[in-house]
């Protein structure tokens, strides 16, 4: 069984502050990672994808990952109270096929207070 | 056009109805996916389609059906679900191949009474 893990939150930053979320993956073969952000109610929308050791930034956002450590994080720099949200690490199972199998992990819930 | 469009946003029924849940998108894409998503739980897999043929059911009652007529277009017809069924039912789709992005529709909230 392939498992992706997060860390425990909920997490909560005040407003301005960097917040840092993690995330653990058990498939070695995954060679492609994904950040969701999802809202109460609402549908996940993808923020972040990241293919290759290494940081990627994308304005306030930088992935990081580490395939040696089987590691995926997420940085959100000067949190805003809209960034409140969970938000979900995916990882693409390997398998070589024509369509993707992600594997979600549980979530954290990110609070950012003013 | 980047959006994959879910009608009906929300849905009640009962347990002895038939209905529909419709997934459009117009990116182009080959591969279209259901999810279910339980309160507080992650998405959960339910079916692919890749290249409008049925690549992976995850062992899903057959009161649930898949159906792609065409490569922008999946349905999911509902027959004869139970109260356990009622999620947000999430569509989504990716390019062709394992690495892609998959970009979700807003859902249809389903509710069995």
């Known amino acids: 069984q392939k498992e992706v893990e997060q860390n425990s939150g909920p997490l909560s930053v005040p407003e301005g502050a960097i917040a840092s979320l993690n995330c653990t993956y058990s498939?070695?073969?995954?060679?492609?990672f994904f950040w969701y952000r999802q809202y109460s109610g609402k549908s996940p929308e993808l923020i972040m994808s990241i293919y290759s050791n290494g940081d990627k930034e994308d304005g306030r956002f930088t992935a990081q990952l580490n395939k040696a450590s089987q590691y995926v994080s997420l940085l959100i720099r000067d949190s805003q109270p809209s960034d409140s949200a969970t938000y979900l690490c995916a990882v693409n199972q390997a398998g070589g096929t024509s369509y993707g199998k992600l594997t979600f992990g549980q979530g954290t819930i990110l609070t950012v207070h003013p | 056009d980047t959006e994959v469009t879910q009608t009906p946003k929300h849905l009640v029924m009962g347990m002895t109805n038939k209905k529909s849940l419709k997934c459009e998108q117009h990116?182009?894409?080959?591969?279209m996916y259901w999810y279910k998503q339980k309160a507080k739980k992650p998405p959960e897999l339910m079916f692919v389609y890749s290249y409008e043929k049925l690549s992976i059911n995850e062992s899903v009652p057959s009161r649930f059906s898949p159906e792609c007529p065409n490569s922008s277009l999946l349905n999911l017809h509902l027959h004869a679900l139970q109260p356990e069924d009622s999620a947000l039912y999430l569509c989504?789709?990716?390019?062709?191949?394992?690495?892609?992005?998959?970009?979700f529709g807003p859902g249809t909230r389903l509710t069995v009474l």
């Open positions: 989504a789709s990716s390019h062709a191949g394992q690495d892609n992005e998959q970009f």
């Open positions: 990116m182009g894409h080959r591969a």
């Open positions: 498939d070695r073969g995954s060679q492609s």
